[in-house]
């Protein structure tokens, strides 16, 4: 008789931790522009926020209450609800656009990102077909075709919104799950090259994403215009220095630094808790995907292991990725920094997650000693 054990309480506590310090860190990098934009309700995104993480925490308690191969019997269906939420968002009335993009939908008060809820089921569905194909993952026409087909409808969904970010963060977990489930490398190196012209395309077609290449190649060519966010980031991060100036001290988050709050929070934490506080938020990101990842690597089962290292990477891509955008080492994305930034979709994903990671890291430590 297996033994019952308890969650991992160190994925869990790092979950509470970044989540509550993001919190703080809305507040603090959205309070004046609140005050301004909302008749002087300086509270306006931290008490909505908070919200956000009473239900993300909520959502996580049932999930990692509930048995994760229940879900299994929801990939599919769960898939074709992902799918859609995509197409919803062309509907009038629903689709809600802003930035020249119309990736949210309006459902009354509640906003939803239809693109965070999609990665989480492309995830599911990928777990679920992996663990049942099984060998069969090395034959190209079983194990790989079927994958490429639903991964091309999906990723037309998003770039239609028009979504690149979201778009290239699905490819490429979709890609890394198929690489640490067996695939061969060939079919994976194929697709790369294939992708290639149409990723060109993307970016050339639209101008504003070949806006973004140029600028990240050279900021200082559009100083006031394209160049501006990313300039204002490395000011944040060097007028921080080794301490930062103090919680609530940035200068940067007053009008000159956009999306302070959501994408570029991370530069306010480099401005107010200097490298110090950038080096302890990265090291707390990478303790938790190296604790997810463990749980992969312990799963009781082969949907489990998949379904962990899925989630576990798609966390740690998050944060890889907003942290490099912000430090200019990649274009901008208009990604969230997970756990941290402001916004209810991303964060309710997040920490259901989190839920589903610590139901696999019990059923995992049960088996230890059976």
């Known amino acids: 008789m297996s033994e019952k054990r308890e969650f ?19 507040y603090s990098a959205s309070s004046v522009m609140a005050v301004k934009r909302y008749h002087g309700d300086g509270l306006y995104f ?7 993480a009473i239900a993300g925490f909520l ?17 599919l269906p769960f898939l074709f609800f992902c799918a859609l939420l995509l197409l919803a ?54 194990g790989f075709v079927p994958y490429m087909v639903v991964l091309a409808m999906l990723l037309l969904l998003l770039l239609l919104q028009p979504d690149l970010g979201s778009a290239l963060t699905l490819g490429v977990v979709a890609m890394t799950m198929l690489l640490a489930a067996g695939t061969r490398l060939s079919y994976l190196f194929g697709v790369a090259i294939l992708a290639l012209p149409f990723i060109g395309w993307a970016i050339v077609h639209k101008a504003y994403r070949l806006k973004r290449v140029m600028v990240y190649l050279d900021p200082w060519q559009d100083p006031t215009g394209d160049g501006f966010q990313i300039i204002q980031s490395w ?10 100036n ?35 938020t990265a090291a707390m990101f990478l303790v938790l995907v190296l604790r997810g990842l463990r749980t992969a690597l312990n799963a009781p089962d082969d949907f489990g292991r998949h379904l962990a290292f899925g989630l576990s990477f798609l966390l740690g891509l998050g944060a890889f990725v907003n942290i490099a ?7 901008t994305k208009g990604l969230t920094l997970p756990f941290i930034s402001y916004g209810g979709s991303s964060l309710l994903c997040t920490l259901l997650a989190v839920g589903i990671l610590l139901n696999i890291s019990r059923q995992s430590r049960s088996q230890e000693g059976a």
């Open 46 to 52: 931290l008490k909505r926020q908070t919200i956000y």
């Open 89 to 142: 968002v062309f509907i009038p009335g629903l689709g809600s656009r802003a930035g020249g993009a119309t990736r949210w939908l309006r459902l009354g008060p509640v906003t939803i990102q239809p693109g965070e809820v999609a990665k989480l089921g492309l995830i599911l569905y990928m777990a679920h077909s992996l663990a049942k194909k099984k060998d069969k993952i090395r034959d190209f026409k079983l």
């Open 246 to 280: 103090g919680l609530g001290e940035s200068k940067q988050k007053l009008f000159y630094l956009p999306e302070a709050h959501t994408d570029f929070i991370f530069s306010v934490i480099g401005e107010e808790l200097g490298y110090v506080g950038v080096f302890v």
């Open 325 to 331: 955008v912000v430090m200019g080492l990649v274009p």
């Open 8 to 26: 991992d309480s160190t994925l869990l506590l790092l979950a509470v931790a970044l989540t509550c310090f993001g919190i703080v860190m809305v």
């Open 235 to 244: 000011i944040a991060f060097g007028t921080g220095g080794l301490v930062g």
């Open 59 to 75: 959502v996580m308690t049932v999930a990692m209450r509930v048995d994760y191969h229940h879900l299994r019997r929801l990939a």
